[in-house]
């Protein structure tokens, strides 16, 4: 009997589970780092214990210690979530010598499945189909490469104890296989202390289809249908969805039933996911196992009705698997929609900041957020970026979809870059909707993923002018409250108007979106109802009035009326940044302040600054050495991913100011270069 749960874990999975065990009436211990010490998983917890610094290794990672402190508190059993230990045999074995229940499989199970070049020999033993590929220990480059030869390019390298997309890369030719080697073994060894490298051949159609499976001790097997993954960026999931779309009754069954044949294959017990490649003409081939609950979990609870950590802690109790096979049903249709801390038009490299504004959505019975943080959380360089997973339910994938956007468009967070834009710009995409699916989605679709959004007519008509209102309504309630001028019970945004008295003047506004000014001229005016202003937008006049206004929650809000037609909006601003959304409205700008100098930057270094906090891995040339265009010439790794540093034109690389291994900071300058251009004036001087 589970009385008391250790949750081994942080963020939105600790939350998620901390909810199940409370409703349960399971009492719950978190976990936290320093990082972590006002974290949301900490304060909904019954209990907490401190395991150190903020790196994970120093925290999360330390197994004995989570026992020590579980061994203290009196603990039954321990969640592990998903990441961090939760793959771990060794952990699992460590609770059971230490009689504590481990929410999960067997040791042996995980040790099965940990390998991927094990996993691929179990399951053609058990007869579940695969991908062609090399599967065996002989790790030497020529054994490796010569496998990719014979089975033809594209191949798949991928990290035997790996996961998430870690340690993986796609090889396209014979002359890119040894770069791509060494940095996927490179990749591998950080992340899992492992280089074992598999190599498969790469399917350029095949969707991803994944089988929620179950198992419980008494030798009983079920599986709760299936997910489709198949939208990807990294080989880390974006969107999916549940059920798959177009998929027959008959596939279905087949690989639901190949699913539990794996599962059976290493005497599984609890939740588990097969991960398949389900080809064009309906073939399917084993990817791996997932010996956890997965991220995307809660589109299979939301398509079952089923509360899939419940059904953990009663299979980790003994009993029996809640619902046989015939007594599951699979009703509507989900979609999860991952929100991460990350610019998608840089490569989706991850943002580090602070939540100034986090508002999602209203949930609901067709609407759910997964998240472990709140607004004033930092988003860390510790620990993976997601911020949130949104997930939606439809009586129809149509219905969903539909629910999805709506979503999507009432999901405002301003402090760090997010891929909400983008989650939109995939959503809506003609392929996405009519369920063209494959792993390869962003890659074929990548210009209108991330074609150059353009202001549309309703954006120049309606929006810029409120833009420019909530510049000047905030710009002038800011000197009134600098100078003092209105009574302290007096709203300020009723003074807001020009900014000298009885004056009748314009003046200019520049506003930068999306790296894009405009101009617009203001005209100052004032009627006997209240100020008013004239905006002009190129060829466009509008009229414009209007203010800063309190809301009920105590919130202030901006009241706008642009040629008779009236909205609220709601903004944030940070540093000079502002937001402005409402329900079909969200849009950024800057307020470009006059008599700003040139700040044009003619230096050579100017295009080498670190993207983030980061490490640097390894510097791949020689100071003074001569590169080409495009060539790596250093690599650093930032939350867990590596991001290659690459020269922008033919030239040399004079010096580097770090080293492998050191620690650097987000914006600090990594290395000096000079173009071929500068070189030859150089010595011609």
């Given at each position: ?59 999360y ?15 039954d ?8 230990l939760?793959e ?39 007869g ?163 010996t ?16 899939l ?86 009586e ?6 539909k ?39 962003v ?92 905006v ?19 919130s ?64 791949l ?10 060539q ?54």
């Open positions: 009997m589970i009385n008391k749960l250790l949750i081994a874990n942080r963020g939105e999975i600790a939350c998620r589970v901390i909810k199940t065990a409370n409703a349960l009436g399971v009492k719950t211990v978190a976990v936290y780092s320093d990082a972590d010490a006002n974290a949301r998983h900490v304060a909904m917890a019954d209990e907490a214990v401190y395991l150190g610094a903020s790196p994970s290794k120093e925290s990672l330390r197994g004995e210690l989570i026992i020590e402190k579980a061994k203290q508190l009196g603990v059993a321990i969640h592990p979530g998903y990441g961090f939760s771990n045999a060794d952990f699992a074995k460590l609770c059971a010598e230490n009689d504590i229940i481990f929410v999960g499989p067997p040791a042996s199970a995980i040790e099965a499945m940990g390998s991927k070049s094990a996993a691929k020999h179990i399951m053609e033993k058990a579940v189909p695969l991908v062609p590929g090399y599967h065996g220990d002989e790790q030497d480059e020529a054994v490796l490469k010569a496998a990719a030869d014979d089975m033809g390019y594209p191949v798949l390298l991928k990290a035997a104890a790996g996961g998430g997309g870690k340690g993986m890369r796609q090889v396209w030719s014979e002359k890119e296989f040894s770069q791509a080697l060494s940095a996927a073994k490179r990749e591998s060894m950080a992340s899992f202390g492992d280089d074992h490298m598999l190599v498969e051949k790469y399917l350029t159609r095949p969707r991803h289809v994944e089988i929620q499976v179950f198992c419980d001790t008494l030798g009983n097997g079920v599986y709760l249908f299936e997910r489709d993954c198949s939208v990807q960026r990294r080989h880390q999931k974006i969107i999916e969805e549940a059920p798959a779309p177009n998929m027959s009754e008959s596939i279905r069954k087949q690989m639901g039933e190949a699913a539990i044949l794996a599962a059976k294959a290493i005497n599984y017990v609890g939740a588990g996911t097969v991960e398949f490649l389900l080809d064009e003409d309906g073939s399917f081939y084993f990817m791996e196992m997932n956890r609950l997965q991220v995307e979990h809660p589109v299979t609870e939301m398509i079952t009705r089923e509360d950590v419940q059904w953990q802690l009663t299979i980790a109790e003994g009993k029996p698997i809640p619902k046989q096979q015939d007594e599951l049903t699979l009703t509507g249709h989900a979609f999860e929609a991952r929100i991460y801390a990350e610019d998608p038009n840089n490569e989706f490299l991850p943002s580090t900041g602070t939540l100034h504004l986090l508002q999602p959505p209203t949930e609901s019975d067709v609407v759910r957020v997964d998240t472990g943080v709140e607004q004033g959380d930092e988003v860390s360089v510790f620990y993976d970026p997601m911020i949130a997973k949104l997930v939606v339910w439809g129809s994938r149509e219905v969903a979809l629910r999805l956007l709506h979503a999507l468009d009432n999901y405002h967070i301003e402090g760090v870059s997010t891929n909400i834009d983008f989650l939109k710009r995939v959503a809506s995409n003609e392929a996405f909707v009519n369920a063209e699916l494959t792993t390869t989605f890659e074929k679709h990548h210009d209108a993923l991330f074609a150059a959004s353009q202001p549309s007519a309703q954006y120049l008509g309606v929006t810029l002018p409120a833009m420019a209102l909530l510049a000047l309504s905030h710009r002038n309630a800011l000197r009134t409250k600098a100078n003092d001028q209105v009574d302290k019970h007096l709203p300020v945004w009723h003074s807001a108007g020009a900014w000298r008295a009885n004056s009748y003047h314009n003046e200019t506004l520049s506003l930068i979106i999306d790296d894009e000014q405009f101009d617009i001229v203001v005209k100052h005016t004032q009627t006997v109802g209240g100020k008013t202003w004239q002009t937008i190129g060829e466009q006049t509008h009229n414009i009035a209007g203010g800063l206004i309190q809301s009920d929650d105590g202030t809000l901006l009241s706008a009326i642009i040629d008779d037609y009236k909205s609220v909006y709601q903004f944030a601003e940070q540093d000079g940044q502002y937001t402005l959304f409402n329900h079909d409205t969200h849009a950024r700008f800057a307020v470009v302040q006059p008599s700003l100098g040139d700040d044009s930057d003619t230096n050579h270094d100017a295009n080498f600054n670190a993207p983030m906090n980061g490490t640097i891995v390894a510097l040339v020689e100071p003074g050495q001569k590169v080409e265009k495009g790596p010439i250093l690599i650093m790794e930032a939350m867990k991913m590596e991001h290659s540093i690459v020269a922008p034109q033919d030239g040399m690389v004079e010096s580097f100011y770090f080293n492998a291994g050191e620690l650097v900071d987000g914006g600090a300058t990594l290395l000096s270069f000079v173009p071929e251009s500068a070189d030859a004036d150089k010595k011609d001087a």
